[in-house]
DNA sequence: AACATGTGTTAACGAGTGTTAACCGGTTAC
DNA sequence: GTAACCGGTTAACACTCGTTAACACATGTT
């Protein structure tokens, strides 16, 4: 495994927090505990965390209310709601700002982590696999482009480039931006580089007429399909 | 804001389908919910909703015949299907008709949502693409102008100002506005720079004599058609 | 160690796109 | 009427990008 996945935990009772804090570390998550939201929130700037299990009722600061100042930082992050109320209203309202899933108390830490595994291979895995893209079937942690006939395989820079017109598809992916982003910085020949890379994925998407990648001439590309 | 966007929720479950039609209501979507394909059907015809929501194993007709048989109906209608974890792949895969995507249960409400407002931004966005002028069809995200004949393909300024012409069409376009929306200022050099635009529009749009570009002295370009 | 393979970078030339320049005609203001 | 102005058109130009191939480097294979 590599380095383990950081989660920020928010809960107001110290024996409840520290219990799942401990339980949670025995299966190799690394847990920030805070005791209320305004730590909660700092710990977040600081600690850049990929999960967030919050508890709702806190003091000084309440669960929903952290969630939603969290989403204009960070609008993917999962975040799983801790509830001691169990109306339907409160959940809708968690799902309002932005929650991915919620847990009503009492819960058994079984639950918890289900719902953490299943909320972490969602925001990495599920969005860059098998994204369909006019006759192809693009998988990226693969680097595969598919259809029916045949299997390309595509290089390490080949499907990152893909994958990020894929996110601005029919939109101006920024020359510069991805240059930064994928070579680190946007010079003479790094550009003229990518400029080779267009080439290629052009070459090998062009079984399919309908998806073609326009230049936008001083500002970057656009995928279309 | 205009009406709310109409959504079809065919789910069989009653307790998801209830948590999903509600949360989505709070944010301002119409939700009309099914509990099973027959009815879904119907409740399609009737209704005329924007978009659907298709759980695929519902009993008397799964999601993925209903899909087809509205897709007889509407092409275009972008449909979401629920899948449980095994039946996703195969398929998605085999429906590859436009406007598709998918989420694996259990999903979050935020993926949901993701998801639909990224399928409805991409068909308001078609409208922006074959807009019909004169003999034309005008599409903006591949940037083609096409007849019976030919498929003549327009550079990014070109499909830029011709977009602005159509929206104010036989209406006077600003040139001092558009100068400053596509050249950033409205000075000589760009003003010359346009006009060179406007020549070569014209040579494009010959072909239909009864569209044409004039010119508003001191004030700005009309399209008339 | 020698070789083959895969991946990404650099080089060279050609094509496409947008800007500038030059020349022209028509309109407006004095 | 004529000078100033605005826009039309064409061509030259500068710059960006497209494409191909040669090259460099790393990794794996025998």
């Known amino acids: 495994m590599s380095n383990p996945v950081k989660i920020l935990l928010a809960e107001d009772e110290p024996a409840l927090g520290q219990i799942v804090k401990e339980s949670l570390e025995t299966r190799n998550f690394e847990v920030i505990l805070c005791e209320n939201g305004i730590e909660a929130y700092e710990s977040y700037l600081k600690n850049k965390p990929e999960l967030l299990v919050l ?12 969630a939603e100042e969290i989403r204009k930082k ?6 799983i709601f801790l509830t001691a109320k169990s109306q339907t209203k409160d959940v809708v309202n968690g799902f309002q700002l932005g929650g991915n899933d919620y847990l009503k108390k009492p819960f058994s830490m ?10 972490l291979n969602r925001s990495q895995k599920q969005q860059k696999d098998n994204i369909i893209l006019g ?3 693009f998988n990226y942690t693969k680097q595969l482009l598919i259809d029916e ?9 080949e499907t990152e480039l893909l994958y990020h017109l894929i996110q601005k598809q029919n939109e101006v992916l920024d020359r510069s931006e991805i240059l930064k982003k994928l070579w680190g910085d946007d ?14 994925l052009r070459k090998k998407l062009k079984k399919d007429q309908n998806i073609q990648i326009i230049n936008v001439r001083g500002l970057g590309y656009k995928l279309i399909c």
């Open 55 to 66: 508890d709702i009722m806190m003091p000084k600061k309440d669960g929903f209310t952290l």
């Open 74 to 79: 960070d609008m993917h992050i999962p975040i």
């Open 110 to 119: 079984e639950e918890l982590i289900v719902r953490i595994h299943a909320l």
């Open 135 to 137: 006759e192809f079937t």
């Open 149 to 157: 006939e045949e299997q390309q395989s595509l290089t390490h820079r």
């Open 187 to 200: 010079d003479f020949f790094n550009a003229r580089s990518m400029d080779v890379f267009i080439t290629k």
